[in-house]
């Protein structure tokens, strides 16, 4: 019987792992045929060919710069120390001019011929862990292990050798270039880098890549909008004898996640995809003492903006009517309150397919063998893609695994390319002056 529920169990698993997997494969991207050629033809020119090459030499560079960036801790909020050694990096590369913002972001103009235009380049500065984790690189073979090492470390050394790169080679491109390093998009740092890029006081942005993920035949752009929460239930609280009757903040805290849980369910099963997930939950002092306090902390996520803010509607009157129920049967003392914080607000939105951008780089990833996949994602490219904005993600390139975890690593298998492949995107958005 246990072998048979072993097996069970195994099946489910795959299941439940293919499905996972296929919602991420995205769908063949269509190319028209004239980028092909304008990728080809840019491919074969003098300075883009000095260009792959003097990438190629860059790798024992670029490995260093790695484990160097990784070294420095950047959780949410405290990017500080990191954003001055990528500034510095940024310089040493041949910017125009670098700064830090006024939230956190790095900031490098390489100016066009004719400053019509301006594309950023980005990628995070922050990772998922806490101030304290252990960043030090350790080797096994050629495969590099720590924290953040890839997610989203590697894509700074990207944007690094690409600047590198162009001032080598003496690339030069009509459009100006804003090399970025931003803060806060993991967690709870809530896009507020990249928000703060397209406030009404930031320079003009035109058109967005952002460099955060692996292989290089993912073209993400479609935004996945969240909505995060953390709802807290208090009460005078006091002790599990003495005060029985008082208004309990845990019991509410039960009967929502319980409420939500039932109504949230029926809604998801149609329609666009939809997720929801209470992934903290907190308070009280004691078993025996009747809580001041209870909180949780959501995640609801959806493909649609619509279907977001129903389920946003389903949430809180799941609360509401916890609250009521909980204070209808209280026998003394006062009513119990509720607090719902927002905590996560990240837009949903889709760009067509045949914005140029989203061409080109298509048509850049096919040119180093690859199919494209459109996909969608939560990156910072959701902001700028639910401005209509035309606004990519491309990878990192190499091989890595265990993202968001103390066992994350890197290996650079053909790394090279992602920087290539990268570079031949920005100078044909960019384009390319002669």
């Known amino acids: 019987m246990k072998t048979a529920f072993r097996l069970i169990g195994l099946v489910l698993f795959i299941s439940f792992s293919t499905l996972a997997q296929e919602d991420e494969l995205g769908v063949k991207g269509k190319i028209v045929d004239q980028y092909t050629r304008d990728i080809e033809k840019l491919a074969k020119n003098k300075k883009i060919q000095a260009a792959f090459e003097s990438i190629k030499k860059q790798e024992a560079r670029n490995r260093k710069d790695l484990i160097m960036l ?31 913002d006024n939230v956190g972001n790095v900031l490098a103009l390489r100016k066009g011929k004719d400053r019509k235009r301006t594309l950023a380049l980005d990628a995070h500065l922050d990772t998922v862990f806490p101030k304290g984790t252990d960043v030090k690189v350790k080797s096994k073979g050629d495969t590099l ?79 996945l909008g969240s909505y995060r929460y953390r ?36 809604y998801t099963k149609t329609g666009a995809k939809t997720s929801y997930n209470v992934g903290r939950i907190g308070g009280g002092t004691s078993v025996n003492s009747i809580a001041f306090e209870s909180w949780m902390e959501i995640d609801m996520r959806s493909e649609s903006p619509e279907r977001l803010n129903h389920i946003d509607v389903i949430l809180k009157s799941s609360i509401q009517k916890a609250l009521d129920e909980q204070n209808s049967i209280k026998r003394i003392g006062p009513d119990l309150t509720v607090d719902i914080q927002k905590i996560g607000d990240r837009p ?87």
């Open 348 to 434: 949903s939105g889709e760009l067509n397919e045949d914005l140029p951008l989203i061409q080109r780089t298509m048509a850049s990833v096919k040119y180093f063998g690859e199919e494209p996949r459109v996909t969608r994602g939560s990156t910072n490219a959701n902001i700028p893609i639910s401005k209509g904005i035309p606004a990519v993600t491309i990878g990192r390139g190499g091989k890595s695994g265990n993202a968001h975890s103390l066992k994350e690593w890197w290996l650079d298998v053909d790394g090279y390319k992602a920087i290539q492949f990268a570079l031949l995107t920005v100078v044909s958005e960019a384009e390319m002056a002669k």
């Open 70 to 100: 990784t070294e420095i801790e950047a959780p949410p909020f405290m990017e500080e120390v990191r954003a001055k050694v990528f500034a510095n990096m940024l310089k040493e590369a041949g910017a125009d001019s670098v700064w830090i």
């Open 231 to 266: 709802v807290t239930f208090k009460g005078p609280g006091g002790h599990s004898w003495g005060a029985f009757g008082l208004a309990n903040p845990q019991h509410a805290l039960g009967s929502a996640i319980h409420n939500f849980t039932l109504a949230a369910d029926e």
């Open 145 to 223: 292990y720590a924290p953040g090492i890839g997610d989203d470390t590697r894509a700074l050394v990207v944007i690094a050798s690409i600047l590198r790169t162009m001032e080598e080679t003496g690339i030069e491109t009509q459009a100006n270039i804003l090399f970025t390093g931003s803060v806060g998009e993991e967690g709870l740092g809530d896009l507020r880098g990249v928000k703060n890029l397209f406030t009404e006081d930031s320079p003009k942005i035109d058109s967005w890549i952002s460099i955060d993920g692996g292989d290089i035949d993912r073209v993400n752009i479609m935004g």
